[in-house]
């Protein structure tokens, strides 16, 4: 059973940094791509960013320049940097990790939730 746990969330001014964690844990494979989702109240989720387990990195164009992921594939890790925060950034963050492969699966976090104020 593959568990992703999420931490780092809180609450921010606008212009500050957070900097959120997750870790994977239980079988996984090893080719795979790890990243951030985040829903909005009233809002779809969406891809705040993702990378590879090669280190390809993907991300939505509102965050740009402002947000870094990163990983450390030994501990099945991956992180979020956020800069430059603004109240727009306001969700519940979610980790996700999608194995490559005929029978990969996708598991996701329970979520942390980001406040920047105003």
């Given at each position: 059973q593959v568990q992703l746990v999420e931490s780092g969330g809180?609450?921010?001014?606008?212009?500050?940094s957070l900097r959120l964690s997750c870790a994977?844990?239980?079988?996984i494979f090893s080719s795979n791509a790890m990243g951030w989702y985040r829903q909005a109240p009233g809002k779809q989720r969406e891809l705040v960013a993702a990378i590879t387990s090669?280190?390809?990195?993907?991300y939505a164009d509102s965050v740009k320049g402002r947000f870094t992921?990163?990983?450390?594939?030994?501990?099945n890790s991956v992180y979020l940097q956020m800069?430059?925060?603004k109240?727009?950034?306001?969700?519940?963050?979610?980790c996700?990790?999608?194995?490559?492969?005929?029978?990969?699966?996708?598991?996701?976090g329970k979520g942390t939730l980001v406040t920047v104020s105003s």
């Open positions: 809180g609450l921010v001014q606008a212009g500050g994977a844990s239980g079988s090669g280190g390809s990195t993907n992921i990163s990983r450390e594939n030994t501990k800069n430059s925060l109240p727009e950034d306001t969700a519940v963050y979610y996700n990790l999608v194995e490559y492969g005929l029978n990969g699966m996708d598991y996701w």
